[in-house]
């Protein structure tokens, strides 16, 4: 991640506040990473603080003084409680903390563009037709810049105006120390796993984030007008392994400290590599299978291992079994005879995702994406954000519905490696 210049003095390295990483890609995105929009974006320490803390509360003026107050070359938050009041919250600089803006937008206040995740998606044009559900301006995100360097946080991100606009329809509310607050159309919802981000993990409850960075019980469906219950003992304040659902997008937030006891992309070449190593073999063909290198995690190989879904049977490519009066999808393992699909395996090549560093013996069912036991296992069991009102487990490196009575299975190697 540094240059070697900056391991020689660690002095000079930029402080990491986090990484933030987009569920349902491999790695990067399918026609690369390209500035503001990839599939991963770190958060460092900023040369000087842009952070912003509410300040004074104009109450009860018409949308017109409420357009002159927001014009200011200062941040602020509208309220419209109706067509003659709109309270205005001004926001005034904080030297103490940094902020960093996630939406839709590709104007200048978003560090990180986010886009709608199709599951399995191969190209960004197959993403681009599709609706989006993602806000323009999503939410921020405001880290302390001092240790322990806290992140937080909130719904909707100011727009290039500075502002931040709850229209009428919009829920909003007084709280009780006379603030306001209020809750974006679709929601951000995040959850934060129980024992953090390691192979004890287990997952948490889905909450909402206020605008203001209040906690709350889900709305009945995504946009609905009325808020959930308000979670007194729970905070916004992210934690390794927090999940921040966008509607249409989840992202995966990992800490400088929890990236460290993370696997490399190294770690996992060697992982490759030493299985390869073992030469596992085809039982029908008695070819040589091997997992192809990094790079090439989109292109099926001709060593490529596939197995059966059914019984965890790995094979090479081969046509026995493939009855002509079945679509092409179900196969008969020529090991056990069971039938069910069968698919190509790929390495999940995103560090990021593994919640331990255990070799490769498990893959997600029904895409193929292989990983450790432990990460198959927690993933199997969070229930991510579908559409306005479902969860479904999904595989974090192509974001496909999990099927099967796990949603994983345990490989079985012929020869050396079983």
């Not at 190209?123 to 360097?149: D, G, K, L, Y």
């Not at 596939?306 to 679509?327: I, M, P, T």
């Not at 479902?390 to 020869?415: V, W």
Request: proline share 6%.
């Amino acid at each position: 991640m540094f240059s070697p210049d900056q391991e020689n003095h660690p002095s000079k390295a930029p402080v990491k506040y986090g990484e933030l990483i987009v569920l349902g890609y491999n790695g990067s995105l399918p026609n690369g990473d390209r500035g503001r929009r990839k599939s991963r974006f770190a958060l460092f320490k900023r040369a000087k603080a842009n952070g912003v803390k509410p300040s004074t509360v104009h109450i009860a003026c018409t949308p017109q003084a409420a357009k002159a107050i927001s014009n200011k070359d200062q941040h602020s938050i509208s309220y419209t409680l109706s067509r003659v009041q709109t309270v205005v919250v001004e926001y005034t600089h904080d030297s103490n903390t940094d902020m960093f803006q996630i939406g839709r937008s590709t104007e200048s206040p978003i560090d990180f563009v986010v886009t709608d995740t199709v599951p399995g998606s191969q190209s960004n044009s197959e993403t681009q037709s599709v609706q989006s559900t993602i806000s323009r301006f999503a939410c921020r995100i405001i880290c302390e810049r001092n240790p322990p360097f806290t992140a937080r946080i909130y719904a909707a991100g100011f727009d290039s105006s500075k502002n931040i606009f709850l229209g009428e329809k919009a829920a909003k509310w007084k709280t009780l120390d006379g603030q306001m607050d209020g809750l974006t159309t679709n929601g951000v919802l995040v959850m934060h796993p129980r024992n953090g981000f390691t192979e004890d993990s287990k997952p948490g409850v889905w909450r909402e984030i206020s605008v203001c960075g209040n906690v709350f019980s889900l709305r009945e469906t995504r946009s609905a007008q009325q808020r959930g219950k308000m979670v007194e003992n729970e905070t916004n304040q992210l934690q390794d392994g927090s999940l921040i659902d966008l509607c249409g997008a989840t992202l995966l937030w990992r800490t400088a400290e929890g990236l460290s006891r993370t696997p490399t992309v190294k770690h996992l070449e060697a992982l490759r590599q030493e299985i390869n190593a073992a030469r596992p073999q085809c039982p029908v063909g008695f070819n040589t299978l091997a997992f192809p290198s990094m790079k090439r995690k989109d292109v099926v190989d001709e060593k490529q291992p596939w197995v059966y879904l059914n019984c965890g049977h790995v094979h090479g490519y081969h046509n026995w079994g493939n009855k002509e009066e079945r679509d092409g999808k179900d196969r008969e393992c020529p090991m056990c005879r069971s039938v069910g699909p069968y698919v190509p395996l790929w390495l999940g090549c995103e560090a990021g995702f593994y919640v331990d560093a255990g070799p490769p013996t498990h893959a997600f069912s029904p895409c193929g994406h292989v990983c450790s036991e432990k990460t198959t296992a927690y993933w199997s069991q969070i229930p991510l954000p579908h559409g306005t009102h479902t969860f479904h487990a999904a595989c974090p490196f192509c974001a496909h519905q999990l099927s099967g009575e796990q949603g994983y299975i345990r490989l079985i190697f012929q020869g050396p490696l079983d």
